[in-house]
């Protein structure tokens, strides 16, 4: 039977790689409050019916997959999106209508989806980050604070980030992130400063560029190194993921967080009190 717990979860893209990792993650009791109350996917899904925990290896624990969007947010005071950004968009929809919070770690969304969170923040508490790793989101605000003491005449900035080679998107959202907290360490605009790729008779380095390169191949789970370079001295901080379970850990994490908070955008920072 499903674990008995104080909040009730749901798992959007529940077949999924990081659905399944969420799912065992849940049903493993390392979060006593947790129940797993539901789970979705598409309806061209052929884990359509199956029991979720016999599908993620736990053993059956009474849930099965259900295609029925309204029924699984009704069933949860929480769910958490692992799924696409088209579906990302249908299921902040269904939030803003039913008021319930949601927690998104889907990876490649654009300014479409974001704003799409935004309006479903005005009726329910939504929590998006690029990356679920508690220890990538206290580098994010570590980034963030090295930016700002070390100024752009003395020191350049460069981001590298490596995923294995079937990740579509790049660079990574993470890998953005980083960016992002160094352009508002800086205090610029991140689209202005970015260099995203070289090749070529480039010219030197404009003073201030944030620079991205980005490797694929293998099975990387995920890279990610920021280089603060001056002139005889560099400083290199990062963040390597050796296991995805760390993912569904920080996503049911922020979902016990998220639950019962009041109509707003949150973010794993929120969560950390960072």
């Known amino acids: 039977m499903t674990k008995i717990g104080n909040t009730k979860i749901g798992i959007l893209g529940a077949a999924g790689r990081m659905g399944q990792m969420i799912a065992k993650e849940i049903l493993s009791g390392a979060h006593g409050a947790a129940t797993l109350a539901a789970a979705g996917e598409h309806g061209e899904s052929t884990a359509l019916g199956r029991d979720i925990g016999a599908l993620c290896g736990f053993g059956d624990c009474g849930v099965r997959i259900i295609s ?9 005071d929480v769910l958490i999106d692992f ?7 249908e299921n902040t929809a269904a939030a803003h209508a039913s008021g319930k919070a949601l927690v998104i770690g889907t990876t490649g969304l654009g300014a479409v989806e974001d704003a799409a969170i935004t309006a479903a923040a005005a009726r329910a508490a939504v929590l998006q980050a690029a990356n679920m790793s508690v220890g990538v989101n206290v580098l994010l605000s570590v980034v963030e604070q090295l930016a700002a003491r070390l100024g752009p005449k003395d020191f350049d900035i460069e981001i590298f980030e490596a995923h294995h080679k079937h990740k579509v998107d790049a660079p990574s959202g993470t890998a953005l992130a980083l960016a992002e907290a160094a352009a508002k360490g800086r205090g610029v605009k991140l689209d202005e400063a970015m260099v995203p790729a070289r090749f070529g008779q480039i010219g030197p380095r404009p003073e201030g560029a944030i620079g991205m390169s980005v490797f694929r191949g293998g099975d990387v789970i995920g890279d990610h190194t920021v280089t603060f370079a001056a002139l005889g001295e560099r400083i290199e901080i990062g963040h390597r993921a050796s296991d995805r379970a760390l993912f569904a850990r920080g996503a049911v994490r922020a979902a016990m967080w998220l639950a019962g908070k009041a109509p707003g955008r949150y973010t794993m920072r929120d969560v950390l009190g960072l």
């Open 83 to 89: 799924t696409t950004p088209a579906a990302t968009m």
């Open 68 to 76: 029925d969007r309204d029924a699984v947010f009704a069933a949860c």
